[in-house]
């Protein structure tokens, strides 16, 4: 079991940038098959990225070419860096983790079990 937990939600303006981090919380266990969703008020989850055992990633059509998904394996952490953002980009975001060592990149939420608390991204002005 891997439990992971998101840092990094901040107040941004838009055009500007931001990294969300997504660690393993008290456990050695390696992070693998990752994946961030959203959530913004009023509205549905949505994945937006993912990234497998092997890095291969994927991103939703609303993030490709302004966000993308990394792995430190140094540090046991995947990030969300987060660039040109817009004031649509505010939501909770949140990152996932499959059950064991599964290799996929999936951007669908049902894909996961355990999730994270989720952090606030709030784009404005």
């Known amino acids: 079991q891997v439990q992971p937990v998101e840092s990094g939600g901040d107040l941004v303006q838009p055009g500007g940038s931001l990294r969300l981090s997504c660690a393993a919380s008290g456990s050695t266990s390696d992070l693998y098959a990752v994946g961030w969703f959203r959530q913004a008020p009023g509205k549905e989850r949505e994945g937006i990225a993912c990234i497998s055992t092997n890095d291969n990633t994927g991103y939703a059509d609303s993030v490709q070419g302004r966000f993308a998904i990394t792995r430190d394996y140094a540090k046991n952490t995947v990030y969300l860096q987060m660039n040109n953002l817009k004031p649509e980009d505010t939501a909770v975001y949140y990152c996932?983790?499959?059950?064991?060592?599964?290799?996929?990149?999936?951007?669908?939420?049902?894909?996961?079990?355990?999730w994270g608390q989720g952090t606030q991204v709030t784009v404005s002005s």
């Open positions: 996932a983790t499959p059950s064991g060592f599964v290799n996929y990149c999936s951007i669908v939420s049902g894909s996961y079990v355990y």
